[in-house]
T-cell receptor, first 115, second 109 residues
C-alpha cells in the first residue's frame, strides 16, 4: 500500500496562474480532506469529501476548488494563485469521518510558493 | 465556537526531564480529542486519542472536561521525541478535525 500520495512535492507559481494539486489514496477510504499548514496557524481545513461525488467547504475554502469523481482521488485546484496561498498543503484520508477510532492518514505534503 | 488552543509555540527541555504540552479546547457537547505528531521530514501521524485511554511511546493525555484541557504528558523526555505536536478536536460539522497551532518540542541531550 502506498497510503496517501501527493504530487508535486514542490511548486512555484506566479500570481494569477492556476494549478492542480493531486492527492490519491489506495486504502478505500471514504473521507478525504485538504489542509493548509502555515506558521503559527496550525492546520486549517480547506475542503473535504465524505465520499465520491460529495464535497463540502472547510474553514478556508476561498480560492480553491475540489471534486471527487472516484474514491481514490481528491484533487485541489487553485483557480488564480495569490501570494496568500503560499503554504504547505496536506491531503488526508480516513474511514468514515474523523471521529472515534477513525485515524486520519496524511500525505507527505506539497510546498507551494506563489510569487 | 469550536476552537483548540496550544499556548506554547516552542517547548525546550533536557533529556530525562518531564514534558507537558498544553492543549485547551472550546466545544459544546462531548468532545473527541486527538494528538498528532510530525517528526522531521516525516508526515503527520496520529499519536493518541482520548477515547482509547492509551499510552503511546510513553505519552499519555487525560481529558479534563472541567478545565477543558487535553494536555500531553511524558515523565522522561527522550531526544527522539523532538517533533511538532498538534492537538485536534473532532468538529460537529461533517466530522472535520480542528487543529491547534502546534507546539514544537525540542529535547536537548
Amino acid at each position: 500500500n502506498a497510503g496517501v500520495t501527493q504530487t508535486p512535492k514542490f511548486q512555484v507559481l506566479k500570481t494569477g496562474q492556476s494549478m492542480t494539486l493531486q492527492c490519491a489514496q489506495d486504502m478505500n477510504h471514504e473521507y478525504m480532506s485538504w489542509y493548509r499548514q502555515d506558521p503559527g496557524m496550525g492546520l486549517r481545513l480547506i475542503h473535504y469529501s465524505v465520499g465520491a461525488g460529495i464535497t463540502d467547504q472547510g474553514e478556508v475554502p476561498n480560492g480553491y476548488n475540489v471534486s471527487r469523481s472516484t474514491t481514490e482521488d481528491f484533487p485541489l485546484r487553485l483557480l488564480s494563485a495569490a501570494p496568500s496561498q503560499t503554504s504547505v498543503y496536506f491531503c488526508a484520508s480516513s474511514f468514515g469521518g474523523t471521529g472515534g477510532y477513525n485515524e486520519q492518514f496524511f500525505g507527505p505534503g506539497t510546498r507551494l510558493t506563489v510569487l | 465556537a469550536q476552537r483548540v488552543t496550544q499556548p506554547e509555540k516552542l517547548l525546550s527541555v533536557f533529556k530525562g526531564a518531564p514534558v507537558e504540552l498544553k492543549c485547551n479546547y472550546s466545544y459544546s457537547g462531548s468532545p473527541e480529542l486527538f494528538w498528532y505528531v510530525q517528526y522531521s521530514r516525516q508526515r503527520l501521524q496520529l499519536l493518541l486519542r482520548h477515547i482509547s485511554r492509551e499510552s503511546i511511546k510513553g505519552f499519555t493525555a487525560d481529558l479534563n472536561k472541567g478545565e477543558t484541557s487535553f494536555h500531553l504528558k511524558k515523565p522522561f523526555a527522550q531526544e527522539e521525541d523532538s517533533a511538532m505536536y498538534y492537538c485536534a478536536l473532532k468538529g460537529n460539522q461533517g466530522g472535520k478535525l480542528i487543529f491547534g497551532q502546534g507546539t514544537e518540542l525540542s529535547v536537548k541531550p
